[in-house]
């Protein structure tokens, strides 16, 4: 296994509050991840931690062999659950502005996919739909040819159709040896293109596997297993 992403005994707690509980893990190259569980379980928040927008409060990330700082976030394309791009820019002013940003941006990909999901360019990025801003926020991230893509709810707010494109998209123009984590609770959507998953709970990883084993082992589907283990 090519290691890509490594957390070692990482915890992170808001106040009194655990959000992460000593999580180890090591994820590898050339894989897409589900990162599932239910609300409160930490997933934003070990999302944001690989990023660097938020500092551990113990333990170690490595990306890529890089600690937090400028060369891991090189490696990075994280897509935020919310909305962070400058309403005040056309959609066309964003994409010049990744363009200029991000050295590894590939414009024609991005003008390709707003293309097929019927994006307008032209338009301010405040006058769009809430569908449409989250287009347009998945298409820049998708669009930087990187290491590591992290994924936080990237289809939660786009309709069916939109969904089907999207994970398509995801998984044929992936580069090589890149890795996307995508935190989710839509498991039925993506579980088609997810090479591993994990599940995390109370803040720690309760089960780290391959989508295909678990599925040839429990005969169901991981959505199936999901519900079973979080049943409430």
């Known amino acids: 296994m090519q290691e890509l992403l490594r957390l070692s005994r990482v915890s992170k707690s808001y106040g009194s509050i655990p959000a992460l509980q000593d999580v180890s893990l090591?994820?590898?190259?050339?894989?897409?991840?589900?990162?599932?569980g239910p609300n409160g379980s930490g997933k934003t928040t070990?999302?944001?931690?690989?990023?660097?927008l938020l500092f551990p409060g113990t333990g170690e990330i490595t990306v890529d062999g890089c600690p937090p700082g400028c060369e891991a976030k090189r490696k990075i394309s994280y897509l935020p659950e919310r909305n962070a791009l400058d309403l005040g820019m056309s959609v066309e002013e964003a994409v010049a502005y990744f363009v200029e940003f991000f050295p590894d941006f590939d414009p024609v990909l991005a003008h390709k996919m707003l293309s097929e999901l019927s994006v307008p360019s032209e338009r301010r990025i405040r006058t769009l739909s809430k569908g449409t801003k989250e287009k347009v926020q998945l298409i820049l991230a998708m669009s930087r040819r990187t290491s590591l893509y992290l994924f936080d709810e990237p289809i939660g707010g786009v309709d069916p159709a939109t969904r089907d494109y999207v994970l398509h998209m995801i998984k044929e123009n992936l580069p090589d040896g890149a890795t996307v984590l995508i935190s989710t609770h839509l498991i039925?959507?993506?579980?088609?293109?997810?090479?591993e998953f994990l599940f995390l709970f109370n803040g720690r990883v309760v089960r780290y596997d391959s989508a295909d084993d678990a599925r040839a082992e429990e005969g169901k589907s991981l959505d199936a297993i999901f519900r079973e283990a979080f049943r409430c």
Request: net charge neutral.
């Open 188 to 195: 039925a959507d993506v579980e088609p293109i997810l090479d």
């Open 46 to 52: 070990l999302i944001k931690l690989v990023a660097g």
């Open 26 to 36: 090591t994820l590898p190259r050339g894989k897409i991840i589900g990162l599932l």
